[in-house]
């Protein structure tokens, strides 16, 4: 979406500050071209960043819930597919037989390097459409902005 789009977009929007509607409307852009980089990669975007969780090392379930910021049973239904397509093994944690262990498997590990590389590439050419002087107002007022969301307890 053009610049002009967004700020016609948000102009028509009634009572709303155009701040805050254009923060809404970039998140879904965001989205919707970083879900376009992985659907060639066969993963949703709630997938890569599960895949990405567990890179590092084996991650609890609960842990995937409380950081990809979903519902238990949200995290459920992406690790059954992820499962599904042999992206990521489980086991029960020592401690807690309840509880779940997500592994990446190797062809985990392939498609997330694919993806990543999607990924990063979509967001490289977002940013190569931005100056620099833009590029740095950006970066600080996304950083008051974080500041500010930490001090409200919302962040």
Do not use: N
Request: hydrophobic residues 40%; aromatic residues 2%.
């Amino acid at each position: 979406m053009r610049p002009a789009e967004v700020s016609s977009r948000v102009r028509g929007s009634v009572g709303a500050d155009p701040a805050w509607e254009t923060v809404r409307e970039i998140y879904r852009t965001l989205r919707e071209v970083t879900q376009r980089a992985l659907t060639p990669h066969e993963l949703l975007l709630s997938e890569y960043h599960a895949l990405v969780l567990c890179e590092r090392g084996p991650v609890p379930l609960k842990s995937i819930t409380e950081t990809l910021g979903v519902t238990p049973a949200a995290t459920t239904d992406i690790a059954r597919r992820l499962g599904d397509r042999r992206l990521l093994r489980f086991s029960s944690d020592a401690r807690d037989r309840r509880a779940r262990i997500a592994s990446l498997t190797s062809e985990g590990r392939r498609r997330l390097a694919k993806a990543r590389a999607a990924h990063t590439a979509a967001l490289r050419t977002l940013g190569v459409r931005i100056s620099p002087e833009a590029r740095r107002g950006l970066r600080q007022g996304l950083a008051e902005l974080h500041r500010a969301l930490a001090e409200s307890g919302r962040a």
